[in-house]
């Protein structure tokens, strides 16, 4: 006779995917049931630390697993592609923005320059302190990039858990302002997309996942060339570079770049899992674009500049279109002749 305590520890093993739960199922009830009395199995539960064991457990066999069916593997090295993108998309943001800033206030008017720096030094200790840590913190993304290429998994977890930290403050910051909506969607999506970031690295990177790999070329050229092209797309159109204008650049750079890619050497290019990851990135950056342009023309921004990101945004859409497209006919593909 099933009794109430087993019912509940097969209940909460549901979250462990079908193929594992075949081979596994029974044997970790039996596990789980070992000595424990029969006439206490309609009074218990299972341990809150089982739980959450069995979560982690359905977490790493639904990313990729030892032994997971071709589904699983691809959804799991999605998800690391998405996070690693990410993680170099943001580094090259705050290196560049940094040294953006750096270099304007080298040679900006003796004025301007000691108005920018009042921001850290005009409100005492505690608030300057305050705007030098918020001002670093973005930087900590090139660690946690570097750091997870060199499969240092809790390190990169943890700078990139720094670096998202900034975003929750703007956000609480305009919510305690009682500043327009707009301007707080448009804060609150910049948050969620940093920390959907570090999310993915939680989730994507587990003990079982293989190391990091950048498929494009070395990490360090990728990051050094990321970031020259965010600058570049920043100084050659400085009237038109609004803040969402170097990250949509980037992203189509490298989206363009993997679908000529595709069209030069197909048989190089079929794993599915590098254009969905892209397409997930564009979409990321789709939305801050979109909302980035609402912003603008709110404020009653230049033609010239709603033009020129209701553009940008468009080459974003039918970019992600396009790898979302070929990324699905790719994994279509697998899983049939998987």
Do not use: N
Not at 162 to 179: E, I, K, R, Y
């Amino acid at each position: 006779m099933t009794t109430l305590l087993e019912r509940r520890y097969r209940t909460v093993l549901r979250l462990l995917p079908s193929y594992y739960r075949t081979e596994r199922e029974e044997e970790m009830v039996e596990a789980y049931l070992h000595g424990i009395d029969e006439r206490d199995r309609d009074e218990l539960r299972p341990a809150w630390g089982e739980v959450a064991s069995i979560a982690a457990l359905a977490l790493r066999t639904r990313m990729g697993a030892a032994g997971a069916p071709a589904r699983y593997a691809t959804l799991g090295a999605v998800v690391r592609l998405f996070a690693l993108l990410s993680v170099l998309l943001q580094a090259a943001s705050g290196l560049t923005e940094q040294a953006l800033f750096l270099a304007w206030v080298r040679g900006a008017p003796a004025k301007d320059r000691e108005m920018v720096l009042m921001g850290f030094t005009g409100h005492g200790a505690p608030a300057g302190l305050y705007e030098v840590v918020r001002w670093l913190l973005p930087l900590a993304w090139t660690v946690a990039y570097l750091a997870l290429l060199r499969d240092h998994r809790r390190t990169a977890f943890a700078f990139a858990a720094l670096a998202a930290l900034p975003g929750l403050a703007s956000v609480t910051q305009h919510l305690g302002g009682g500043q327009d909506p707009l301007a707080v969607s448009f804060s609150l999506t910049t948050a969620v997309f940093s920390w959907l970031t570090v999310l993915a690295l939680c989730c994507g990177f587990h003990r079982d996942a293989p190391p990091a790999r950048l498929p494009l070329s070395s990490p360090g050229l990728v990051l050094l060339g990321t970031c020259v092209l965010m600058g570049a797309s920043t100084v050659v159109w400085p009237g038109g570079a609004d803040p969402e204008w170097a990250g949509g650049a980037a992203f189509i750079a490298a989206a363009a770049g993997w679908l000529i890619a595709r069209f030069r050497s197909p048989q190089h290019t079929r794993d599915p899992a590098l254009p969905l990851a892209l397409a997930a990135l564009g979409l990321a950056v789709l939305v801050e674009r979109t909302l980035g342009l609402a912003f603008l023309a709110d404020a009653q921004a230049p033609g010239f500049l709603l033009t020129a990101g209701a553009v940008q945004a468009g080459v974003i859409a039918a970019l992600a279109a396009a790898l979302t497209t070929t990324g699905t006919r790719g994994l279509t593909a697998r899983w049939r002749t998987g």
